[in-house]
């Protein structure tokens, strides 16, 4: 576990949607669940797959990148930006 990823890994669609609001995009291909949280600062993704022995799917997978141009952005900093205070 990476630092500044506590309460994003391992979470539930459910909980994210608590921390960040309504996701922007909400997609589901084949395992794989992506939701997408957005801001001025970032563009925010997050994979979650089922967990072990049918739990309900889990985040393991964050990339953050700017709105503007796509680039690659620190994903703890955009985590802290979109984060509902």
């Known amino acids: 576990m990476l630092p500044g990823l506590e309460g994003i890994i391992g979470a539930t669609s459910a909980d994210l949607v608590r921390?960040?609001?309504?996701?922007?995009?909400?997609?589901?291909?084949?395992?794989?669940?992506?939701?997408?949280?957005v801001g001025t600062p970032c563009v925010l993704d997050i994979y979650l797959y089922?967990?072990?022995?049918?739990r309900e799917p889990q985040a393991t997978y964050v990339e953050a990148r700017r709105a503007?141009?796509?680039q690659e952005?620190?994903?703890i900093s955009c985590i802290g930006a979109l984060r509902r205070k």
């Open 19 to 37: 921390q960040f609001g309504p996701a922007r995009i909400d997609v589901i291909e084949g395992d794989a669940h992506k939701l997408q949280f």
């Open 50 to 54: 089922p967990g072990a022995q049918g």
């Open 68 to 70: 503007s141009d796509g």
């Open 73 to 75: 952005v620190d994903r």
